[in-house]
């Protein structure tokens, strides 16, 4: 449980929503520290989610989280092919699954429109 945000009601909602309720419960926490770099990532050996902990606070909104865990949950679903870039796990498939999410442009928009103010806030949270 975060301080603002608990990680398994949303997904809880997510897999309910986009994945019929199809999915385990994965191993799900906030990092250790703000990041400027990551939203979240997946962890298959784990089966673990991991959310950027600049995401646990008050001016979150719920569709943000749910975007994020959706995109994570993608991952979790057709599998992480371990290479450095990442390009491959974001092939035209895992895109247009991505574009699913029922507020994929909101989501994006205020992602785009946030992240300099997300990025000073990673700087001061560090």
């Known amino acids: 449980m975060g301080e603002k945000w608990n990680l398994e009601e949303i997904f809880n909602r997510v897999n309910r929503m ?6 385990n419960l994965p191993n799900l926490k906030w990092s250790q520290r703000c990041t400027h770099h990551r ?5 298959p050996q784990s089966d673990t989610i991991t959310i950027n ?12 989280l749910d975007f994020i865990m959706y995109h994570e949950l993608l991952h979790k679903k057709l599998g992480v092919h371990q290479i450095s870039s990442g390009k491959h796990n974001h092939n ?14 909101k989501a994006s928009d205020w992602l785009n429109q946030n992240n300099r103010q997300l990025r000073l806030s990673n700087i001061i949270n560090i």
């Open 18 to 23: 986009y994945f019929q309720s199809s999915l």
């Open 39 to 43: 939203l979240g990532c997946y962890h």
């Open 53 to 64: 902990r600049i995401f646990d606070r008050e001016g979150i909104t719920d569709y943000v």
């Open 92 to 105: 035209k498939k895992f895109k247009h699954l991505e574009k699913k999410f029922l507020y994929y442009s």
